[in-house]
């Protein structure tokens, strides 16, 4: 089955408010964009697609460069440039695009993930100001995880080009013991973290206060205590035990000289978000309910499985009703392998699918990867399947499970 009947099922139910209330064209613009790409899957059409989705939810003065575009092109050329430095280097800006059409498949075919989503993000005693269009609250929201999951994925590949370097100079004297190493110190000063809270308009105050005076303890003032308070309510874990390991992560990081980019691309979607709410007075609850859902998702895609899962914590696989858009997420980042371009020095052209079939329905998801040449591959499908099924709890969404092949 082809990806784009799911795709264009989304966007026959889909609705946006801008389109609806303001004469917007946005919703044909961006399926338009997602076509083109499903017909030409390149960094062009990718492109257009980051394009349509960005400026369809653009935050800032619309006269203004928006940096999301900015930022994926950056992104994809340090990846192209600096990636063939590298050992062995994947792409990840197509990658991602993917990912996000994957999500809009699950979400559509699958009524019990919509349902599972909308009792946790439609809730209006929780957040009032949620999207009354069809299936738009979601879109949002997958739409800032997906496309964003990966954007310090640049800072990972200086650190792993450093030390690949100074693993060949010091391997060619004394190939057995390692005697030079790199530590890398990141900036993750106050001024990295530090996110005063976001005020509403003094028209807006008494209102704004009334609809969220139960959530007032949400509206923290650093992204570390926001992703804590978050990961808190999610996962019935204490703030204070999940701030002291956030904080301790970044010197378990530069310890070990690597970096988790998905640490990094969370904090940095907060950051952006912040400065563009408060910049241009927007809804402060805007920032504190969708957006920081997709960027807590775009934290749990690396650190659920490296560290919740671990001492002190020991969670089990995630549940869907958790942290929906996390888990959709961690699913569809891990299903997505076809048409990856190598750039690193080792040839992984013959090791990539180059298609792929999917049947999604209410009860399973079931992917085939087609490759150009025939191999065995049931170690790494055996993997594939393992690195899903431990993290997430695949039943509470498909009762006959995943099939991979």
Known sequence: MSINKYINQFFKELEIYEDK??????????????????????????FKVYKSFFEAYWIGIQNEVNPFLELTLIMKNFEEYSGKLLEKHRDHYIHTVFVFLLGLSVYIQNN???KIFNEYALNKETYPDSYDTKHEEFFYRWG???????????IEIIIKQANEYIKFVCGYCDPVEEIMGIEVKLSTSNEFTNLPIIKP????????????????QRFLGDSISLLSYVLSENFNIRVRDLKNNLNEFINYMDKKGFIDHGYFSAIIMLR??????KKTEWH?????????????????????????????????????????????????DELQEWNRKGYGRMNIKQNTPINFVLVINESELRIKYEYSNEKDNKEFLKNKYENINNVINISDIFNNGITIE
Not at 201 to 210: H, S, V
């Open 112 to 114: 019990n993930f919509r």
């Open 272 to 277: 952006w978000y912040y400065h563009l709410i």
């Open 21 to 46: 209330e303001n004469g917007k064209n946005y919703k044909e613009i961006i399926y338009k964009s997602i076509n083109n790409f499903l017909d030409n899957k390149t960094e062009g059409p990718a």
């Open 284 to 332: 402060p609850a805007y920032f504190y309910f969708p957006v920081l859902d997709s960027s807590s998702s775009i934290l749990l895609h690396n650190y659920y499985r490296h560290r919740l899962m671990k001492k002190p914590f020991n969670l089990n696989s995630m549940n869907a009703n958790q942290h929906p858009i996390a888990y959709l997420l961690i699913l569809c």
């Open 201 to 216: 308009k003094k028209e807006f105050k008494t209102k704004f206060n009334l609809d969220y005076s139960k959530f007032k």
């Open 144 to 154: 800032l995880a997906s496309l964003s999951h990966d954007i310090a994925y640049p």
